[in-house]
């Protein structure tokens, strides 16, 4: 029975995805937004002191640290492959999404000076303007998962190995 004890585990993950996805979703209709989309804005909103860990961390532990220096040079934008290495998206999903934004004016493209064949990515002051916004949906999203939950630090402390051992597998295994 033990094996039918972590497929329950995958389960549950996968109907939380499912609803988050859903809530997101109707949540960012008014911006013209679908739920890719307003993921990577939430990368690039504080690329130059946060990464998206530390963005959504943030909200429930309400801390501010110090930038190290790979988060001091994202201020001057993100590459796509940095933007897809914090979200693990597919290139092709990735380029869409960065064209859609691009097009709707919350994302600004400009070259790397690091590197010629590539773009930074910013956003706009039109997606600034909806950070408040999205850490409110976030936040509240938190809170309803958080109802009820009367041991919450040992429930993060639990999902935070959980998500700590699925990264450290497919890093050591290499197969993102």
């Known amino acids: ?3 039918m004890e972590f497929l329950s585990i995958t389960q549950q993950f996968l109907v939380v995805t ?5 809530y997101f979703k109707n949540r960012l209709k008014p911006y013209g937004l679908n739920t890719a989309e307003a993921m990577v804005l ?8 946060k990464t998206h860990a530390d963005i959504l961390s943030a909200i429930h532990t309400g801390r501010n640290g110090l930038p190290d220096q790979a988060q001091v040079d994202r201020c001057q934008g993100m ?4 933007v897809i290495s914090d979200l693990h998206y597919d290139k092709g999903v990735m380029t869409r ?5 691009e097009g709707m004016g919350y994302v600004r493209r400009s070259v790397n000076p690091k590197d010629s064949r590539s773009y930074l990515f910013n956003v706009t ?4 303007d909806l950070q408040p916004e999205f850490m409110e949906i976030l936040s509240t999203w938190n809170d309803l998962l958080l109802e009820g939950v009367t ?10 190995r959980i998500t700590e051992n699925a990264k450290n597998y497919f890093e050591e295994t290499h197969t993102l």
């Open 42 to 49: 939430l990368v690039l909103m504080d690329g130059a002191d």
């Open 79 to 82: 590459t796509q492959d940095e």
């Open 125 to 128: 002051e039109k997606a600034r």
């Open 151 to 160: 041991h919450q630090a040992e429930s993060r402390a639990a999902l935070d």
């Open 18 to 22: 499912k609803y988050f996805k859903m």
């Open 97 to 101: 999404t960065m064209k859609a934004l």
């Open 1 to 3: 029975m033990e094996g």
